[in-house]
């Protein structure tokens, strides 16, 4: 593996756990949801068609690698993608799955 220019592999690990995070076609599919706005839990789990056990189980991983945030708004809490960077690679990365070959 080549190392960073300071010698570190630190970058490439932060990379690798953004592309583990959306390995799953499921959170690949929240996230999409999620570049058009934010959404309550129950909006996503209408949106997808998981239930909502699966949809918050998701969302932790999402969470845990800094790809979403969640405010609350009275008793609901509403997600949204950290910062405009993750959704322009996770669209990036859906335009170019879907050109031909």
Do not use: N, W
Not at 53 to 62: I, N
Not at 91 to 97: F, S
Request: hydrophobic residues 40%; contains cysteine.
């Amino acid at each position: 593996m080549h190392m960073s220019a300071d010698g570190s592999t630190a970058a490439y690990d932060e990379v690798a756990e953004l592309f583990g995070a959306l390995s799953s076609p499921a959170r690949a599919a929240l996230v999409h949801r999620l570049t058009e706005g934010e959404h309550t839990v129950g909006e996503l789990v209408e949106a997808t068609g998981l239930s909502q056990p699966l949809v918050s189980q998701h969302l932790r991983v999402l969470r845990g690698a800094r790809l979403v945030i969640a405010h609350r708004h009275g008793r609901h809490v509403c997600y949204t993608l950290s910062d405009e960077h993750v959704a322009h690679v996770f669209l990036d990365a859906l335009h170019h799955a879907k050109e031909s070959p």
